[in-house]
C-alpha cells in the first residue's frame, strides 16, 4: 500500500476550495494552513506560461522529518502516511527545518502540525477532504500499489513531475503537466 | 519575469513569509555547547597526557564554565521548544538517525561528567571557602560541612565523598570518557544543522568539523583567557592560531563547495556575498572574530604586549555571531519559492 | 462643510451595551451562544441547505460534530448546480455563521445632526417604529415613494412585503450592475434572457470562448467544473482578455486584446464567418433573420480593420473565428455575467448572441441546452394591489428596455436632483452594501441623505448599515428557512434550504421580519403562516413531495417534460422575438431608434500616466460580502493591485509597496493598495479583485485591508437600452505618498 496524490495543473484554477476544506473538515485553526496553492508565472506579456499547484506534504518515501525527530511523534503509517503524534512532540522544530517543503508547522499548543492525507477519511474509504471538494476535479488520490487506481492510472499516462526533486526526499504528490 | 508566490494566504506563523521556526535560543545553546564541549576537551586531553599541573588552568579550572555553560545552554533549548512540558519524551527513545536525539543523550551523559570532573577538582582550586559570602555561603552550607576558617572542607554528604574518590580513582577513564563526549558534543552542534537538507546552507559536510573546531577556539580562547601562567596561555595562543587557520580554511572551503554546487547553495552563498548577511558575517565573524585575534595572538607571541583578553573576547563574541548567523541565513535558503 | 441630516455611523460607535455582548460572559447570560450545545455528545448529523455566499446556490449539506456544533458545509451529489462540490466560498460560508463581527441586535440611530449614534432596541419597538414611518411616509407621498433593494434568497421575503404594502419599486444590483444588459440582449435576438444558472453546455461543447469571462476565478461552480470536464475532453478554449486571466492559461487561443475594444473583435469574427462562409447554413437560413442586413452592415469590420484597433493580428482572428466554426455547433461564445462595462453593453452582448446564432449553438448539444424547471405553486395568498406607479415611470424615457427593476433609477429618483413627479423618499435595503455594490458612491449617499427614513436588514455590519435608521440583523442561511430553490437547468429540480442551528444573537429570519411588519401594517393576509416551514410544505406536498422528504434528501430531481433538451434535428422552433425568428437585425432595437445591429464606436482612452482600471473576481470572495469572512479572509484578506513590469520601472514600483489611487476625476482612495508587479496585465491597465477596502471599523478582519476599487469608479457610462452601469471607462494613476486626505469614516 503507497498513498499518493496526482494534480492535474492543468485543470487547477487556484480556487484555494482545497485549503478551506481542510482547515474545516480538519478544525485547522485560523490563521494556519496544512495545504495551499502556489502560483507561478513565467515569460514575458503575451508569451506567458501560468500554473497553480495545490501543494501541501509531499508524504515522501524518504523522510528527512521522520529522520530528525528526536522522539519518534513524526512517524509513518500503513500507506507511507507521515504523521506527528502531539503527545510525543517536544516542538523542536527539527522536522520543520527538515523539511523542504515548509509544509510543516508548530500549531498554537505547541506542536508539531501538518497534513494527514485525511488518514481519518481513508479509514472510511472516502478521498481526502482536498480531493472530495476540489470543483476542477484535478485531484486524484489512491494507491500507487494498486495498478488500477485512479492515481496510478493518471500518473503512467500522464506527462508529471514532483516538487524539489534535488532535494531528494522522493515526494508522492505528483504535478500532471 | 518570473513570479512564484503563494496565493492562499497561507501565513503559519514561523514559517511565512520565511521560515523562522528558530530565534535566539539555538544559536545560543550551539555556542554555549561549543564552548563547553572546547573546555572539557582540553581538560580530559592535558590530563590523559598527564600534564595536569603544567596547564593547570585547563585541567582544573576553565572547566568549571563547562556546566554553567550546558545548563544556560538546556535552558534556551528548552525555552525554544514549543511544546515544553513533553521534553522528557526525548528520553523515551533513542533515535540515531536524529542528531536532536544525539544531542539530548550526549548532554545527558557530558552534563554529570563535567559537574563530576568540576567536582574533583575544586578542592584544589577553592582550599578555601568563604561561609559568610552571600550567595556562595549558601551554597557552600548546602554541600559541604560547614566549619571554621573554611579550609580543608570536606563535602557534607558520603555518597559525595564516595563518588568524589571513585572518579578521583577511575580519572583516566573518566578524562577518556568526556573527551570522547566532547568531540561528539562539539560535531554534534554542526551535524545538527547540516543534518537538514532542506535547508540548502546548512547542507554541507563541512559544518560539522567548522563547529567543533570554532567550539575548540571558543575553548581555548577561554583557557588563555583564564590562565595565569605564560607558558599556558602561550601554548593555547598557538593552539588558537592553529584553529583559527583550520577554521579559515573550512570556510574558504564551505563557499567554495557551495559555489561548485546547485543553484540553491550558489544562491545560500549570496547571502554572504553581497546579500544581507555579508556585514555580519564578513566584518563580525571572518576579520574581527578570527583574523583580527589572530594577529593580535602571533603579534603576541612575538613579543608585542597585548592583553590576553582582547583576543579571547574577539573569538568568543565571533563565535557566538558566527553561530546567529548561520543558524539565521539557513533558515532563509530555501529549494522552493 | 454643509450638515447632512443622515451622517454616517459606524456602527462601532455603539453603547456599551453591544460591545459587553461581544464578550463570553454576556453572551453565556443571554444564551446565545452556541456553546450551550458544548459537551453533549453525540453522532455527526446533517441537515440540507443551498448556499447563499453567491447566487449560483448550490445544494449542500450542512454537518455538524458530536457537539452540535456546525462544522463543515459539503455539496449535495445529486444538485445539478453543484455536482456534490462547493466552491471555497461555499466550503467557508461557516465563516459566516461564526463571524463574531455580525449584527447582533436590532439597532436605532439616535441623536442630533452631526453627532448621531445607534442604541439598540427590541424587535417590537423595531417593527412599530418601521410600521409607524411606513404609515406616515405611505401616507404623505403614497405607498409607491418607499423603495425596496434587494438581493439574494431573503431579499424575495421583503419584495412579498412591499408588494403587499403597494410599491413594486424594487430593484437589485443583480440586473443594472450585473447582467441586465446581457439579459436584454438575449432577449432580443433569442426571445429568452439566460436567467441563471444560464443554460451553457459546456461540458459537451468542443469550443469556448470567453471574453472577458474569468470563469475559474468567478467561481460559477458548475460551469467551472464542465469546464474543467471539457478540458479532459480536450475542448478549445479561446480567451479574450487584456489579463493573462487563469482561463487564458488553459486556452488554446489567447486573445490579450486592448481593453474596450472587444465590440470590434466580435464583428470582426461576424466578419469572417459570414464572408467566409462558416456558419451553420441551414440553422441560419431556418431560424434567423436579418442574414443578408447584417452580412452588408459587417463589410466594413474586416479583421485588418479590428488589428488596428484591438492590437489581435488579423492572422489571430481568422484562426480563432475558424476554431469555432470548426466545432460548431458545439460551441459557446459565453455570453458573460457581469457585463456592465462600457455603457454599449446590450450591444456588445447582442454581437455574442449574433455569433452564437450564426455558429448555430443555442438550442444545440455543446452550445446552449433548453433549460426547464420544476413547476412550484405559490403559497396562497391575497392578491397585491396595484400601484399608482413604479420605477419605470421616474424616468419613462429611459431604459425602454429594462426587464426587471433599475436601482441606478431607484437612485435618480431618491436624489435631490431629482425633478420628476415620482420622487422615492424611503429605502429598504436587504442583503445589498449599495454604497459598494452600487459605482458612484457619492451619488449614492447624496440619495441616501435625502430620504425621510432608510431600513437596511443584513447580517453584517456592512458600509450601507451606517446610513440606515434601523438596522435589523438578520440570521444567516445556516440559520433560516427560505423559498424552496427552483432553477431552470438541464432537469427540473428543487433544493431546500433549512436551519442548521437556531439563529445566534438576536438575529432573525427575513421571513419572520417582514411577516411581524406586515402583522403591523394589516397585511396579515399576505402572509398566512405561523412558521415558514409550513409554506414550504405546502408547496411541496403540490408537486408530490413534502418538507419531511426534501430534509431526507435535500435535492430533488424531477424527468423533463418532454425530451427537448436541444432543438430536434430539423425543427423550426418559434422564438418569443417579434419576428418569431432569431434576430440578428432587431426590429424591435431599430424600433426604439437603437442601433438595431452592434456597431463598433470607439471608447475613451486614458490620459497619459493614466491606466485603466479593470476589476475581476477571486475564487474566495464574493463581491464585497465576504471580506469579512474569518475561513475566506484566512485565505485572502486584501487585494492588490496588478501593475506591467514596464510600467513598475517607469514608476519605481516595487512588490508589496502600498501606493494609493487617483482617478481621473482625482478620486483618491481611502487606504493604499500593495503592488503585485507581473507580467499577467496589459501595461496600458491595472487590476484588481473587488471587494476589498472596507471602511467600517466593525468589520474587525476586512476593515482597511486593500483598496475599494467602487471608490474609482466616478464615470459611469451608462448602457441606454438597458439602464446597466457601465464601470470600466474609469482610468487611475499612482500615488506614492500618503495623500492629504482624511480617511472617510
Known amino acids: 500500500m503507497r498513498y499518493a496524490m496526482a494534480i492535474d495543473t492543468l485543470k487547477c484554477v487556484g480556487c484555494s476550495d482545497c485549503v478551506v476544506a481542510c482547515q474545516t473538515e480538519n478544525n485547522v485553526p485560523h490563521g494556519y494552513a496544512r495545504d495551499w496553492i502556489t502560483e507561478t508565472v513565467d515569460g514575458v506579456y503575451p508569451s506567458l506560461e501560468l500554473e497553480f499547484r495545490s501543494e501541501r506534504c509531499n508524504h515522501c518515501d524518504n523522510t528527512p522529518c521522520v529522520r530528525t525527530c528526536p522522539t519518534g511523534a513524526s512517524h509513518i503509517i500503513e500507506g507511507g502516511i507521515v504523521k506527528v503524534t502531539p503527545g510525543k512532540c517536544i516542538g523542536c522544530g527539527a522536522c520543520i527545518q527538515s523539511c523542504p517543503y515548509d509544509a510543516r508547522f508548530s500549531s498554537p499548543e505547541g506542536w508539531v502540525d501538518k497534513c494527514t492525507f485525511c488518514d481519518h477519511r481513508i479509514a472510511n474509504g472516502q478521498d481526502p477532504a482536498c480531493v472530495e471538494v476540489c470543483p476542477t476535479h484535478c485531484m486524484y488520490f489512491g494507491d500507487l500499489d494498486d495498478k488500477n487506481s485512479n492515481v496510478s492510472k493518471v500518473i503512467a499516462n500522464r506527462k508529471w513531475k514532483v516538487l524539489a526533486p534535488e532535494a531528494g526526499t522522493d515526494p508522492q504528490i505528483f504535478y500532471l503537466i | 519575469m518570473k513570479e512564484e508566490l503563494i496565493v492562499s494566504g497561507r501565513m503559519n506563523l514561523n514559517i511565512d513569509p520565511v521560515l523562522h521556526i528558530w530565534h535566539w535560543q539555538i544559536p545560543l545553546y550551539l555556542f554555549l555547547g561549543g564552548l563547553a564541549a572546547g573546555v572539557l576537551f582540553f581538560a580530559s586531553l592535558y590530563s590523559i597526557r598527564n600534564e595536569e599541573e603544567k596547564y593547570s588552568t585547563a585541567v582544573k579550572i576553565a572547566p568549571i564554565l563547562a556546566p554553567i555553560a550546558i545548563i544556560i545552554g538546556l535552558i534556551a533549548l528548552l525555552l525554544d521548544l514549543k511544546h515544553k512540558l513533553y521534553f522528557w519524551q526525548l528520553y523515551t527513545t533513542i533515535r540515531l538517525s536524529s542528531p536532536m536525539s544525539w544531542g539530548a543523550w550526549v548532554l545527558m551523559a557530558i552534563t554529570p561528567l563535567s559537574f563530576v570532573w568540576v567536582g574533583i577538582h575544586l578542592k584544589e582550586v577553592f582550599p578555601k571557602i568563604d561561609f559568610s559570602q552571600k550567595f556562595f555561603g549558601t551554597l557552600y552550607k548546602m554541600f559541604t560541612k560547614e566549619q571554621e576558617g573554611g579550609v580543608n572542607w570536606e563535602w557534607k554528604f558520603g555518597w559525595l565523598t564516595k563518588l568524589e574518590k571513585l572518579a578521583i580513582e577511575n580519572k583516566k577513564m573518566l578524562a577518556w570518557a568526556i573527551l570522547l563526549a566532547s568531540v561528539i558534543l562539539g560535531v554534534y552542534t554542526g551535524i545538527l544543522l547540516s543534518a537538514f537538507n532542506a535547508r540548502p546552507l546548512w547542507n554541507t559536510a563541512i559544518l560539522g568539523p567548522l563547529f567543533l573546531v570554532s567550539g575548540l577556539s571558543t575553548g581555548a580562547a577561554s583557557i588563555m583567557w583564564l590562565s595565569k601562567s605564560h607558558e599556558e596561555q602561550k ?32 544562491e545560500s552563498a549570496a547571502l554572504f556575498w553581497g546579500g544581507e548577511f555579508t556585514l555580519y558575517f564578513g566584518l563580525f565573524v571572518v576579520i574581527l572574530g578570527l583574523i583580527m585575534p589572530g594577529i593580535f595572538e602571533v603579534m603576541e607571541l612575538n613579543g608585542y604586549h597585548i592583553h590576553v583578553a582582547i583576543p579571547a573576547l574577539m573569538i568568543l563574541v565571533g563565535g557566538l555571531i558566527f553561530r546567529f548567523v548561520i543558524v539565521e541565513a539557513g533558515q532563509i535558503t530555501r529549494y522552493l519559492y | 462643510m454643509k450638515t447632512t441630516r443622515r451622517d454616517f455611523i459606524k456602527i462601532s460607535s455603539l453603547g456599551a451595551g453591544t460591545i459587553a455582548l461581544g464578550t463570553p460572559a454576556i453572551k453565556f447570560l443571554a444564551g446565545a451562544d452556541d456553546s450551550e450545545n458544548k459537551g453533549k455528545s453525540g453522532a455527526v448529523t446533517r441537515t440540507p441547505n443551498y448556499c447563499e455566499v453567491c447566487f449560483w446556490n448550490c445544494a449542500g449539506w450542512v454537518y455538524k460534530n458530536e457537539e452540535g456544533k456546525i462544522w463543515k458545509i459539503i455539496g449535495n451529489e445529486d444538485d445539478p448546480h453543484s455536482y456534490g462540490r462547493f466552491c471555497p466560498r461555499g466550503t467557508g460560508g461557516v465563516g459566516m455563521y461564526y463571524d463574531e463581527d455580525r449584527l447582533k441586535t436590532p439597532l436605532m440611530r439616535v441623536g442630533e445632526p452631526g453627532n448621531q449614534t445607534y442604541k439598540e432596541i427590541s424587535w417590537d419597538e423595531a417593527f412599530e417604529h418601521i410600521a409607524g414611518k411606513m404609515k406616515e411616509i405611505g401616507g404623505k407621498y403614497g405607498n409607491e415613494s418607499i423603495a425596496l433593494f434587494k438581493h439574494g434568497s431573503s431579499g424575495k421575503h421583503f419584495g412579498k412585503l412591499m408588494s403587499a404594502f403597494g410599491s413594486t419599486n424594487q430593484a437589485g444590483p443583480a440586473y443594472a450592475q450585473c447582467k441586465g444588459p446581457r439579459e436584454e440582449a438575449f432577449a432580443l435576438t433569442f426571445g429568452e434572457p439566460l436567467h441563471s444558472p444560464e443554460p ?194 421616474i424616468e419613462p424615457e429611459k431604459y425602454p428596455f429594462a426587464s426587471d427593476g433599475v436601482t441606478n433609477l431607484l437612485v435618480d429618483g431618491s436624489h435631490p436632483d ?66 424552496i430553490r427552483v432553477s431552470p437547468h438541464r432537469e427540473p429540480n428543487i433544493a431546500l434550504r433549512m ?190 479583485v473587488h471587494g476589498f477596502g472596507h471602511k467600517d471599523k466593525r468589520l474587525s478582519r476586512a476593515f482597511g485591508h486593500g483598496l475599494m476599487d467602487t471608490e474609482m469608479i466616478t464615470n459611469v457610462l451608462i448602457d441606454k437600452e438597458s439602464g446597466g452601469t457601465g464601470m470600466r471607462s474609469n482610468f487611475v494613476t499612482f500615488l506614492t505618498e500618503k495623500p492629504e486626505k482624511e480617511v472617510q469614516s
Not at chain 3, 457585463?339 to 455543446?366: C, E, F, P, V
Not at chain 3, 425621510?452 to 440570521?475: H, K, Q, R, S
Not at chain 3, 469579512?628 to 519605481?652: C, F, G
Open chain 2, 235 to 266: 601554548l593555547f595562543s598557538k593552539i588558537d592560531i592553529l584553529l583559527i587557520v583550520i577554521e579559515l580554511f573550512f570556510i574558504i572551503h564551505l563557499f567554495m563547495g557551495f559555489m561548485a554546487g546547485p543553484q540553491v547553495q550558489i
Open chain 3, 200 to 393: 451553457l453546455d459546456i461540458r459537451d461543447t468542443k469550443c469556448l470562448v470567453l471574453i472577458g469571462s474569468h470563469l475559474g476565478e468567478n467561481m460559477h461552480n458548475g460551469q467551472v467544473q464542465e469546464m474543467s470536464e471539457a478540458i479532459d475532453k480536450g475542448v478549445t478554449v479561446i480567451t479574450v482578455d487584456p489579463r493573462l486571466s487563469t482561463a487564458a492559461s488553459k486556452s488554446k487561443f489567447w486573445l490579450p486584446i486592448k481593453p474596450a475594444t472587444d465590440t470590434a473583435l466580435l464583428l470582426a469574427w461576424i466578419n469572417v464567418i459570414i464572408n467566409e462562409e462558416l456558419y451553420d447554413k441551414e440553422y441560419v437560413d431556418k431560424l434567423t433573420i436579418g442574414l443578408d442586413k447584417l452580412k452588408d452592415h459587417v463589410q466594413q469590420y474586416t479583421p485588418e480593420w479590428a488589428y488596428g484597433i484591438t492590437t489581435i493580428e488579423p492572422s489571430q482572428i481568422r484562426a480563432t473565428a475558424k476554431a469555432m466554426a470548426d466545432a460548431s455547433p458545439s460551441v459557446i461564445v459565453h455570453p458573460g455575467r457581469h457585463a456592465t462595462w462600457y455603457g454599449d453593453d446590450t450591444q456588445r452582448i447582442r454581437a455574442i448572441a449574433i455569433l452564437n446564432a450564426l455558429l448555430g449553438s443555442y438550442g444545440r448539444r455543446g452550445g446552449f441546452y433548453l433549460p426547464t424547471k420544476a413547476k412550484l405553486p405559490g403559497f396562497p395568498s391575497e392578491k397585491n394591489p396595484n400601484p399608482a406607479w413604479s420605477w419605470r415611470d
Open chain 3, 418 to 483: 431629482y425633478k420628476g413627479k415620482h420622487s422615492i423618499k424611503a429605502w429598504f435595503v436587504i442583503g445589498t452594501n449599495l454604497p459598494v455594490s452600487i459605482p458612484n458612491t457619492k451619488r449614492t449617499v447624496e440619495a441616501m441623505d435625502n430620504q425621510e427614513f432608510i431600513v437596511v436588514i443584513d447580517t453584517m455590519p456592512t458600509e450601507i448599515t451606517g446610513y440606515a435608521d434601523i438596522v435589523l440583523p438578520e440570521c444567516t442561511y445556516l440559520e433560516r428557512y427560505d423559498d
Open chain 3, 499 to 688: 436551519p442548521a442551528a437556531e439563529p445566534k444573537y438576536e438575529s432573525k429570519p427575513a421571513w419572520w421580519m417582514a411577516k411581524e411588519l406586515a402583522k403591523r401594517l394589516g397585511l396579515d393576509a399576505y402572509f398566512n403562516f405561523e412558521n415558514y416551514s409550513e409554506v414550504l410544505d405546502w408547496q411541496l406536498k403540490q408537486i408530490g413531495s413534502s418538507l419531511e422528504e426534501m430534509k431526507k434528501i435535500g435535492v430533488k430531481k424531477f424527468e423533463r417534460e418532454f425530451d427537448d433538451l436541444y432543438f430536434a434535428p430539423g425543427e423550426i422552433p418559434e422564438f418569443f422575438t417579434g419576428s418569431g425568428k432569431i434576430e440578428l437585425y432587431s426590429s424591435e432595437l431599430a424600433a426604439y431608434g437603437f442601433d438595431p445591429m452592434p456597431v463598433y464606436k470607439p471608447l475613451p482612452e486614458p490620459e497619459a500616466g493614466f491606466y485603466r482600471l479593470i476589476y475581476g473576481r477571486a475564487p474566495m470572495h464574493t463581491f464585497s460580502r465576504t471580506a469579512n469572512n474569518p475561513n475566506l479572509t484566512d485565505l485572502m484578506k486584501e487585494n492588490s493591485v496588478w501593475i506591467n513590469p514596464k510600467v513598475a520601472k517607469e514608476w519605481d514600483l516595487k512588490n508589496d509597496q502600498k501606493i494609493w489611487l487617483k482617478n481621473q476625476d482625482g478620486a483618491i482612495s481611502s487606504f493604499p493598495i500593495k503592488v503585485r508587479v507581473t507580467e499577467r496585465i496589459r501595461w496600458d491597465s491595472v487590476y484588481m
